[in-house]
């Protein structure tokens, strides 16, 4: 019988153990930040109904959306796009959470796009959002978040811009935008990073809007609000939208808050041609952007005050965002920014024959007991080859009990790091191992 060619399928990866110990690092930063600002856990299936997640994400994202249906299958299933339909459906779905409602989520999501660098079909979402408030401090709150998890992790240059989705649907219509025309009017938007201020403009006229139109709107979206004068000026080009006013209002309130929360001034900006593609924002976003490399953005979110009330008579306001863990981890390796841990192995307890297996069982107990992550090693291989396991594994610490330290009720202790050996008494082996690998 022929065999099987092992293979993955495009943009699907194997995460190996290596790779895992990193990626479990990473996510022991976020967990911790999470649960620190109040976050608790929540988990979802993978799968849902399809009429709970389309219809929520715009045109473009849902073609990305992977269908599951089996045959004889009564429902229709699809897997989750992202964390935040499935937690909007929960909210609606148990109405006496209580609210404020603050929970965390990581977990799979599924998009069939094209795999590139940093951008997966089957990839980690890391999500933390606030269910039951309008109020601007939840959204600051999210910003700080994404701002203590990024410096946590040793980022130092990145930046995360901040506009309002009511400022951008306000300028279009104070600008004299036909309403059927704002969705092409985003899309354009959110080119002006890629094709620049020409290269929107042209795509605005394609699209129907006259010159003056256009200048105008590029106008507002590349306005530097630096100070109040800059705000007052925007503030009259915007004057005949309430919207629009709102949004300023909501973004400037947003703002004075991020000080307090200690966030450095250089790591955030307003950018009102920043757009966000998901149709469900409905006033603040965010997205976070490290600088060097550039690799887009890391982090990204914002308010969704509509999107509860799609599965409930009665709407709730909601903020978020999700800490793109791939991303990050990609970035991480590239700036070498990652522990040079291989393994969660800590110790390695040896074998040095059939007459000491059983005192290895028990110092591999001992070490177990202090909290210590260790292997025992299975078989009575000469001592070289199981020493050449634990170089090739990065297993720093080797217990080895030989005929001697059998007698006299020692473990002898090697660091493979630097080669160096130790006689400690089987009592203490724990206390030894501990304050060594403290010495990383």
Known sequence: MPFIQPRLPKGMRDILPSRMVLRQHVLGVVVKAFEEFGFEPLITPAVEL???LLGKYGGDAEKLIFMVNHPGGKEELALRYDLSVPLSRVVAQYPDLPKPFRRYQIAPVWRAERPQKGRYREFYQCDADIVGSSSMLADAEIVALTYTILRRLGFEQFVTSINNRKVLMGAGAACGVPEAQLPDLYRSIDKLDKIGADGVRGELQRAGLADSTADRLLKVLQGNLADETSWLELRALLAQDALALQGLDELQELLSYLPALGIDQSCYRVNLAMVRGLDYYTGPIFETIVEKPRIGSITGGGRFDGLVGRFSSRSVPATGTTIGIERIIDVMEELQMLPPAQTMVQCLVSVFSLETKVRSLEVSHLLRSAG????????????????????KRGIPLVAIVGPDELMNGTVAMRDLRDKSQTSVPAGEVAQWARGRLALQ
């Open 372 to 391: 210590l992550r260790c292997e025992l090693y299975y078989e009575a291989d000469p001592l070289g080859a199981q020493i050449r396991y634990a170089l």
């Open 50 to 52: 399809t009429e709970i």
